[in-house]
């Protein structure tokens, strides 16, 4: 199983002291926070994508290549990638890019985006949102497993002879999670390829993801990618640790008070009993985390929040440190060994490469032919 960190990039004051950091200090904070994570022994650090204040990630590529070229076996994802306001061309292009640059450390989430007016900005209506994630992630798709793509469609200028440059690493395009917190036509498409699905699973109650995970569980059998309990979940969470609960609760509660993200609206201990957002000791996290097996099955990845609402970043990195040394070793210990056998680990480029080679020599001892099924297909494009 997976454990890592994603960050919105937010910029936002922290209440204990008034100061707002600068745009560029929260870029390197950003860039610390990766690190970090590679340091304390976390898999995955994801950023966000936002064209709007008070946010920073406007060029997701750009910071995970950054990133990259500090880390040697951090994986890099987005949280999300926009679907529908960026092109599908410059997608297929940038990720490959950062696929090779990376050494096949990257996969992401692609998503809608929630923000009205940002859409305009790209020249796109908000009301579209869905046809275009249909249709821009339709041709994503074929950009990076057809070689010559001729295209036409409702969104942007047909396609003649096209191909993408540079193609995916090894033949292999980046694994592509779908993430939504309402959607259900996002976990259909995401089922119907046979991809990942994100909830993150952070401002609303469980009650409501379940019943989008569980949806996207049957659609994906539906589809013939696998059984229910096969299908590729990931889920987001947040916490605020402390070895000390009370003193946890104390420091994290003027940011909670004050912070727009929360919209001054239940108290903290209403949310942390409604939500996932757990703040406390490394324990407390540790068994509030396992009840999400409970609620969604078995899952292949868990991202938590940590570094939003103002808390400055030596505030972060000491969450870090008690994430990576008490919290996540725990969890992986008791998650692998309570995963059936049936159920697969989260996907890399190393084993969607060796799955890809396995259906190939298949192909040849049985047919003759390396091609694989089309159901086979669209498990491991």
């Not at 995955?44 to 070229?69: D, I, K, Q, R």
């Not at 019943?211 to 539906?222: A, G, I, K, N, Q």
Request: glycine share 8%; net charge negative.
């Amino acid at each position: 199983m997976q454990f890592g960190v994603f960050t919105v990039g937010d910029v936002t004051p922290d209440p204990t002291t008034g100061r707002t950091p600068t745009e560029h200090e929260r870029i390197r904070a950003m860039v610390a926070i990766a690190r970090k994570a590679e340091e304390v022994g976390l898999d995955v650090f994801a950023t966000g994508e936002h064209h709007n204040e008070p946010f920073v990630p406007s060029s997701p590529t750009t910071m995970l290549g950054y990133v990259a070229a500090q880390t040697e076996r951090l994986l890099l994802s987005t949280a999300v990638t926009l679907i529908t306001t960026n092109d599908p061309v410059k997608i297929a292009e940038d990720y490959a890019m950062l696929q090779h640059l990376s050494g096949g450390r990257v996969d992401l989430t692609m998503g809608r985006g929630n923000t009205g007016p940002v859409y305009p900005w790209f020249g796109k209506d908000i009301r579209d949102g869905i046809p275009l994630a249909i249709e821009n992630y339709a041709l994503l798709r074929r950009l990076w497993t057809e070689d010559v793509v001729d295209w036409e469609g409702r969104f942007r200028t047909p396609l003649q002879s096209f191909t993408s440059t540079p193609r995916p690493l090894d033949g292999v395009p980046p694994f592509v999670w779908h993430g939504s917190i309402r959607s259900p036509e996002i976990a259909e498409q995401a089922a119907y390829y046979g991809d990942g699905f994100f909830a993150n699973h952070i401002f609303w109650p469980k009650e409501h993801f379940i019943r989008l995970v569980d949806f996207y569980r049957r659609r994906y059998e539906h589809y013939g990618h696998g059984s229910a309990d096969q299908a590729v979940v990931g889920l987001g969470g947040q916490v605020f640790l402390h070895k000390n609960s009370q003193e946890a609760v104390r420091r994290f509660r003027p940011y909670f008070d004050e912070a727009p993200v929360y919209g001054h609206g239940p108290s903290l201990e209403e949310f942390t009993e409604h939500t996932p957002l757990t703040v406390g000791s490394p324990q407390e996290v540790i068994d509030k985390t396992l009840t999400f097996r409970e609620h969604f099955g078995d899952y292949q990845r868990q991202l938590f929040l940590i570094d939003h609402a103002g808390l400055p970043l030596d505030v972060v990195l000491e969450q870090m440190e008690l994430l990576g040394s008490e919290v996540v070793p725990v969890l992986r210990r008791e998650m692998d060994a309570m995963r059936p056998a049936h159920v697969p680990d989260a996907p890399t480029h190393a084993s969607r490469v060796a799955a890809r080679d396995a259906t190939a020599r298949g192909g040849d001892r049985e047919t003759g032919l390396g091609a694989p099924t089309p159901a086979t297909a669209a498990t491991v494009a």
